[in-house]
T-cell receptor, first 113, second 117 residues
C-alpha cells in the first residue's frame, strides 16, 4: 500500500530558487497538511486542506504556497527559497476533517544554500 | 502562546521500567483530540494513541496508555515495561478546531527517550 508519498526525498537549492514538494495519498483522505521539522522545534504546521479547492494557513505559512486541485494531491511550493527554509518537510493526511489521526509521508529533506 | 508543552527534552530509563512522558495543552474549546506519535532515528512518524476530549476512559493501546487529566489539561503518555526499541523522539499533539469546523493538528517540541539496557 502506497499511503502518503512525498517526492523528492532530498533536495538542495540555492537561495532564490523555486521548487515544489509533491505529496500524494491514495486513501481518499479529505484532510491533508504540510509540516516542517527543525531540530528541537518539533513539527510546525505550514498549511492544511480540508478538501479539494479548500486550503488554510497553519502556524508558519510565510514563504510557502499550496493548492488542492484534487483529493489525492497537495503540493507545497517555495517561490523563492531562503536558508531559513532548510528543514525536513512532512506531508500528512487524515480520513476526516475533524477526527482521526494523521498518516505521514516519509519526509523530504530540503537544504537551501 | 504555546498550545502544546512538553517539558522534558530528554529522558533516560532503565529497560523494563515504566516511563511517563509529560504533555500539557492549552485550548478553550471543549472539543479537541490528543495524540502521541513516536519518531525513531529513521525519521518516520508512528501513531501511538489517541484521546478525545469527551472520552470517559483513558485510552490504552498495548503497552501505551494515556493519562488524561482534563481539569489539569494534561495528557501524559505512559509506557509500561520499556524496551530498547522504545528509544525515540515522542511527540504530543492536539487537534483543535480550525477553518469551517475542520481542525488542524499541532505538535509539541518532543521528548527524546533513551532506554538503557
Amino acid at each position: 500500500n502506497a499511503g502518503v508519498t512525498q517526492t523528492p526525498k532530498f533536495q538542495v537549492l540555492k537561495t532564490g530558487q523555486s521548487m515544489t514538494l509533491q505529496c500524494a495519498q491514495d486513501m481518499n483522505h479529505e484532510y491533508m497538511s504540510w509540516y516542517r521539522q527543525d531540530p528541537g522545534m518539533g513539527l510546525r504546521l505550514i498549511h492544511y486542506s480540508v478538501g479539494a479547492g479548500i486550503t488554510d494557513q497553519g502556524e508558519v505559512p510565510n514563504g510557502y504556497n499550496v493548492s488542492r486541485s484534487t483529493t489525492e494531491d497537495f503540493p507545497l511550493r517555495l517561490l523563492s527559497a531562503a536558508p531559513s527554509q532548510t528543514s525536513v518537510y512532512f506531508c500528512a493526511s487524515s480520513p476526516s476533517t475533524n477526527t482521526g489521526e494523521l498518516f505521514f509521508g516519509e519526509g523530504s529533506r530540503l537544504t537551501v544554500l | 502562546a504555546q498550545k502544546i508543552t512538553q517539558t522534558q527534552p530528554g529522558m533516560f530509563v532503565q529497560e523494563k521500567e515504566a516511563v511517563t512522558l509529560d504533555c500539557t495543552y492549552d485550548t478553550s474549546d471543549p472539543s479537541y483530540g490528543l495524540f502521541w506519535y513516536k519518531q525513531p532515528s529513521s525519521g518516520e512518524m508512528i501513531f501511538l494513541i489517541y484521546q478525545g476530549s469527551y472520552d470517559q476512559q483513558n485510552a490504552t493501546e498495548g503497552r501505551y496508555s494515556l493519562n488524561f487529566q482534563k481539569a489539569r489539561k494534561s495528557a501524559n503518555l505512559v509506557i509500561s515495561a520499556s524496551q530498547l526499541g522504545d528509544s525515540a523522539m515522542y511527540f504530543c499533539a492536539m487537534r483543535e478546531p480550525g477553518y469551517s469546523s475542520a481542525s488542524k493538528i499541532i505538535f509539541g517540541s518532543g521528548t527524546r527517550l533513551s532506554i538503557r539496557p
